[in-house]
């Protein structure tokens, strides 16, 4: 290794202090490394099947900080693979130094010099993966099994299949990956709701994936309200809807009721009625319910008030129409912004409704109107 970190190969002949030199490659820690050493006339160092080259004659690759990693020696002094021979004097025993630090794996030489095209021959062979060996796919001899479950309970549902090791698996529920769940069971402790579902798993080894069939989970009980009706404030003539929403085993039922009585034909998740008087004044809930049960909602108070509608004509002319629920005198105010508002005209209702128009709606681009009640 250089002093830039960088890895490199070495070819040393001892007696004429040539050195055959790779040249500096940044080369992965860990990582296998297929390195060819070429002498004839001209020295070469294939890594990975590529030339890199990088000639020093005359003991100039000695000096330049790369340890010598493989050393064919030429003096009479033997081979050594991996460290470089070295001995005091003639009668002093040779030792090594410069050992590889890493590992040396199926080292062949060659009795002639191979070729560019041989040498990326054989990395190309020593690169590809060996075929794999004889083996089956999974295939699933016993499937996932449904069950209904009570909330809170907890269940263990499982695969079973044939094939040959080793296996990954991975959950899924209607489709969604289940993150985590990679066993060949599947644990649902403590049960609600939320995890009535379908669930599968795949199945693979290296020879091929495979599915099981959905197991349908339901946990049984009453419908749960996620979403609540809410009080309702409406003017006469004006509309009111309610609504709820839910999660449950299906099919689910509801009943509207107002003030403790069942709304005929109110059968639905929202409850609608246009037109409102004071007749439609009152308390409402619903009651939803399956086959395991029902859950009722909380009431919904609605109130009906003086109702307020606008018309405009052709040239942009306002008419407000007032009805109420009682007869009386009542100011009709406007606003642009809804923080100031000034007078538009008081009138008498008949039968609780009375209209007037509003001259200034011709100059104003928006216009707000509320009405109250004088006397």
Not at 154 to 162: A, K, M
């Amino acid at each position: 290794m250089n002093s830039k970190g960088e890895i490199g190969y070495s070819l040393y002949n001892y007696s004429t202090l040539n050195n055959i030199q790779s040249k500096g490659k940044a080369i992965n820690i860990e990582t296998w490394s297929h390195v060819v050493f070429v002498r004839n006339e001209v020295g070469r160092v294939f890594v990975n099947g590529e030339d890199v080259t990088n000639y020093r004659p005359g003991g100039g690759g000695r000096n330049d900080g790369w340890v010598v990693d493989y050393n064919p020696v030429l003096s009479g002094r033997g081979i050594s693979i991996g460290a470089m021979p070295f001995r005091e004097s003639t009668n002093q025993p040779i030792y090594h130094q410069h050992h590889v630090d890493g590992q040396i794996d199926d080292i062949r030489i060659y009795n002639r010099a191979l070729s560019s095209a041989e040498v990326a021959a054989l990395y190309e062979l020593e690169s590809t993966p060996p075929p794999l060996p004889p083996g089956l796919p999974p295939v699933i001899v016993h499937h996932p099994t449904g069950i209904d479950l009570q909330r809170d309970e907890s269940v263990v549902i499982s695969v079973g299949h044939t094939g040959t090791p080793s296996f990954e698996y991975q959950w899924y529920e209607g489709g969604r990956k289940l993150s985590g769940e990679t066993k060949p069971y599947l644990i649902l402790a403590g049960v609600t709701a939320w995890d009535t579902g379908s669930y599968f798993v795949s199945v693979s080894n290296s020879y091929g994936i495979t599915h099981s069939q959905p197991a349908v989970v339901r946990v049984t009980g009453p419908p749960i309200i996620i979403t609540e009706p809410i009080d309702v404030r409406a003017g006469i003539g004006n509309q009111i809807l309610l609504g709820v929403k839910v999660f449950g085993i299906g099919p689910i039922q509801y009943q509207w009721y107002k003030n403790g009585q069942a709304v005929e034909g109110a059968t639905g998740s929202n409850f609608y009625a246009s037109n409102v008087n004071a007749d439609n004044e009152g308390i409402y809930k619903v009651v939803v319910s399956n086959e395991f049960g029902q859950e009722e909602s909380r009431n919904a108070v609605v109130t009906v008030g003086a109702g307020v509608g606008v018309s405009l004509n052709s040239d942009g002319l306002a008419t407000i129409y007032l009805k109420t629920k009682i007869d009386g005198i009542w100011v009709i105010e406007a606003s642009s912004d809804l923080k100031e508002w000034s007078e538009v005209s008081a009138v008498q209702t008949s039968n609780g409704e009375a209209e007037t128009t509003d001259i200034r709606s011709l100059i104003n681009e928006s216009r707000f109107y509320r009405a109250k009640l004088l006397q």
